[in-house]
């Protein structure tokens, strides 16, 4: 490839280093100018990481640059993307896209009208461990797929985060913490989710802090804790997912995928990497796979510079708008069908995005 994008970062908070030793694996892409609300922390990540600091106004007026990644907080994030795409710039989100369904669906319109691509983390299907697990699936090697589980379960961060209270606010919970990961790499493996039938729950009205920085604290609990529900996919299957912050301890697999031919053990979607095991039919053995894909360790980016490389050739991007949509309305769905007590159609909005080939990095 002969031509890069510039890209700049606006959001130069704890996750800001993961994306510029990501961004520097990969050439389709050249990472030069970070922005924060805050100065002090863009010049800072600017001193110790060879960039230029900016103001976001700077940022955005920018004429040198393609792209811009939005690493801010998720109750800003649809905002900021939205103010990315009207000064005329390709946007790359971390998850989630936004708050709301509405939100999402006025980025999408937003990136339309502009004519502008709009990107959503997370990337790491992109991973070796994930990528692997799709060719499995597309080989044939489990048969038909049939159902599934995916599992987030832990006792929430309040027990290791030293500033854990947003995690219980309205944006927050395990769900929007944790579900893009588990629901992106299901619609990675599987296709497009059709309906969502779900039961969620608030399991207090406060938890307690016990991490050092805030032990002691009264955390209020705006948002539910337990999420349980089935999604069931437009290519058939069935899979049960359960998200929790109430769960002290458990034995399943973060997911795992059942066929007619045999079932697949599927590597946490919030890494790169494996394992990857694998069951066939009537052999009672699990067998270790060997990784068919590059990037086994953190390579968060890879995202970015898949949709710098579309947009240079013309083809679509896969950690797109739309797929980051589908993910949004999966997960606020989750609520209304709770709510409601009634299975759930989705908007049919948000693809499959395609496979990449075995051996080939996301983009070089
Ligand atoms: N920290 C992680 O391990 C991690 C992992 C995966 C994804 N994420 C996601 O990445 C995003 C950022 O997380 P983080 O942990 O780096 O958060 P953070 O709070 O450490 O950093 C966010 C930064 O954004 C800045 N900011 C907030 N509002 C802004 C605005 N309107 N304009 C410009 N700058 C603004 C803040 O000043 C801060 O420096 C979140 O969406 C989070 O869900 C974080």
Redesign the pocket.
């Known amino acids: 490839m002969n031509k890069r994008m510039n890209v700049g970062i606006?959001?130069?908070?704890?996750?800001?280093r993961?994306y510029v030793t990501g961004c520097r694996l990969f050439d389709a892409i050249e990472l030069t100018s970070c922005?924060?609300?805050?100065m002090e922390?863009a010049e800072a990540m600017a001193k110790e990481c060879d960039l230029k600091a900016m103001t976001?106004e700077e940022l955005l007026a920018s004429p040198d640059l393609d792209i811009i990644i939005n690493?801010?907080?998720?109750a800003?994030?649809a905002?900021?993307t939205n103010r990315i795409l009207e000064s005329g710039k390709h946007a790359y989100s971390?998850?989630?896209l936004g708050l709301t369904v509405a939100e999402g669906r006025t980025i999408l319109e937003t990136a339309a009208k502009k004519n502008l691509r709009v990107g959503c983390?997370?990337d790491t299907f992109l991973g070796a461990g994930l990528q692997t697990c799709r060719k499995l699936i597309d080989d044939g090697s489990i048969g038909k797929v049939i159902g599934g589980t995916a599992m987030m379960l832990g006792a929430g961060p309040e027990g290791w985060h030293p500033n854990p209270g947003f995690f219980y606010k309205v944006g927050g919970g395990p769900m929007f913490?944790m579900g893009p990961y588990y629901i992106t790499a299901l619609i990675h493996l599987l296709g497009p989710v059709k309906s969502v039938s779900a039961v969620t729950l608030k399991s207090s009205e406060t938890r307690i802090a016990t991490s050092e920085a805030r032990n002691g604290e009264v955390l209020p609990v705006e948002v539910s804790t337990h999420y349980t529900g089935n999604l069931a996919f437009k290519s058939g299957p069935v899979i049960t997912m359960v998200i929790s912050f109430d769960v002290q301890a458990h034995h399943h697999k973060p997911i795992e995928i059942y066929g007619t031919e045999g079932s697949l053990t599927v590597p946490d979607p919030n890494s790169f990497g494996g394992p990857v095991e694998l069951s066939r039919k009537g052999s009672g053995t699990w067998e270790s796979q060997t990784l068919t894909h590059p990037y086994e360790s953190n390579s968060?980016g890879a995202g970015v510079a898949d949709m710098a490389e579309a947009i240079i050739k013309g083809v679509p991007h896969r950690c797109s708008g739309q797929l980051a949509f589908h993910v949004l309305e999966v997960m606020e769905t989750f609520e209304v069908s709770s709510r409601e007590g009634r299975t759930i159609e989705l908007s049919g909005i948000g693809n499959q995005p395609d496979a990449l080939e075995p051996g080939k990095p996301a983009s070089r």
């Open positions: 606006i959001g130069c908070g704890n996750i800001s993961a922005a924060d609300l805050r922390a976001v690493l801010t907080i998720p800003v994030h905002e900021v971390e998850k989630p983390a997370p913490d968060r």
